[in-house]
């Protein structure tokens, strides 16, 4: 019986340690601290940017005009030459003695002129007085208009000659550089010659060209101030050349002109935009980028660094009042700085968390921390 009691007892005593066990409450979770940013509204500039290509002002072909032998070159390639400094110098030999006989086909029908004027005058008061018939008269008429249409026929053949030996020394029409010299002296160079014997590239202003597509056209178009294209153009702010190493040029240029027409395979419109080039850095042929600002007033600035990015959608983790967070998506309308810029999902006055959310759960109480930073970064 003493050991059955005692079984009994012990049993009771097992019992009441496990009951006290499973009455036992669970520590209470503790609220998480984390820096919150109060989002309000401000200025930024977005930017697109777009390739271009570069080219002079200016760009001539030069291209003789006579057949003949490359006497001399006066140039090197690369070099800067000024309009009328002369480049290329034709053999004249042929030239020159085409325009000796010319002259000398003048003298001989100027010399003709004179013995039909004479004739004429010789002539003029025997018929009045009726010495000599009518009819010699009026042919000695005809060999004077004869001798007049030989010397004007004669004069052409002199200027003809005369510009012929002006084309033997190639001279610059415009100040730029000189490009590449395929043709070196003594080569024979006509007319016909499909290369050029170089390309002249005024600099001073160059061109850069870009395209829009029909949809960022009316946006761009859309956005500016003016009735007319040609006002909006006017109204236009400076725009940016990224060169090909990823450097701004050191000058911003302005879009002066958009095509009259659309690209019917592309489907996109191209702009002009020119930059001063006074110091030559740039080039014809030159590539890169220009990139256009666009000014956005009123608008909801945050930090790239409070958003996570979940299956291409972009989220901020939001404090209310009861200081819980919520995981919302926001819409991306560009990027400033640092900064995005948010269109949809975000109100100013709304509180986001700034950083150290990565192990947060939806619902989960916070201990609001003022943030290093009360705006994002421009």
Known sequence: MKRISLLLVLAAALFLYGCSGNTATAPAAQEI????LAVSKGQATTYQEYPVKVEGRVNVEIRPQVDGYLEKLYVDEGAFVKAGQPIFKIDDHRYREQLNSAVGNLNAADAALLNAQLEVEKLTPLVNEKVVSDYQ????????????????????????????????????????????????????????????????????????????????????RNRHEGNTLNEKIKNLPPVSLILANNTVYETQGKIDMVDGQFDNTTGAITLRASFPNSKGLLRSGNTGKVRLGMDHSNVILIPQATTIEVQDRIFVFTVDKDNKVAKKPITIIGKSGTDYLVSEGLQSGDRIVYKGFENLQEGAVVTPQKAETEVASK
């Open 33 to 36: 601290a984390v820096p919150v």
């Open 137 to 220: 008269l009026k042919t000695a008429k005809a060999s004077l208009k004869m001798a007049e249409a030989n010397k004007k026929q004669a004069e052409a053949t002199v200027a003809s000659a005369q510009i012929n030996l002006g084309y033997t020394l190639i001279t610059a029409p415009v100040d730029g550089y000189i490009t590449r010299l395929p043709k070196k002296q003594g080569s024979l160079v006509s007319a016909t010659d499909p290369q050029p014997l170089t390309t002249l590239s005024d600099i001073a202003v160059v061109h850069a060209y870009f395209s829009l597509g029909e949809s960022d056209f009316l946006s761009f």
